[in-house]
């Protein structure tokens, strides 16, 4: 099992700033990737970044450009820099962790946080 705890939600206006954080435990070294999702009210949930245990980064369209992810292995924290906040990017964020437990792919999801951007 892996938990996941995230922090770093709130409310902010449009070309603002914000940081999330989320730290795992648990079984740890069965973790290959830690990203970020969001979802927002009628829609699905999407990719917003992720990163492997190599370093290997991945980014959804809308957000290149503007939020970083980063990770800390030694602290087992994964991170998202996020700059240039819109209205449009209102949602639930979820930290993800993808693992492989007896070979079979499992992801893990953190509580959520809110991220209110206003105009």
């Known amino acids: 099992q892996v938990q996941l705890v995230e922090s770093g939600g709130g409310l902010v206006q449009a070309g603002g700033s914000l940081r999330l954080s989320c730290a795992a435990s648990?079984?740890?070294?069965?973790?290959?990737?830690m990203g970020w999702y969001r979802q927002a009210p009628g829609k699905q949930r999407e990719l917003v970044a992720a990163?492997?245990?190599?370093?290997?980064?991945n980014y959804g369209d809308s957000v290149k450009g503007r939020f970083t992810i980063s990770r800390d292995n030694a602290k087992n924290a994964v991170y998202l820099q996020m700059n240039s906040l819109k209205p449009e990017d209102t949602a639930v964020y979820y930290c993800?962790?993808?693992?492989?437990?007896?070979?079979?792919?499992?992801?893990?999801w953190g509580q959520g946080t809110q991220v209110t951007v206003f105009s």
């Open positions: 993800n962790a993808a693992a492989i437990l007896l070979l079979k792919p499992i992801d893990y």
């Open positions: 648990g079984t740890i070294f069965a973790v290959t990737a």
């Open positions: 990163i492997t245990s190599g370093g290997s980064t």
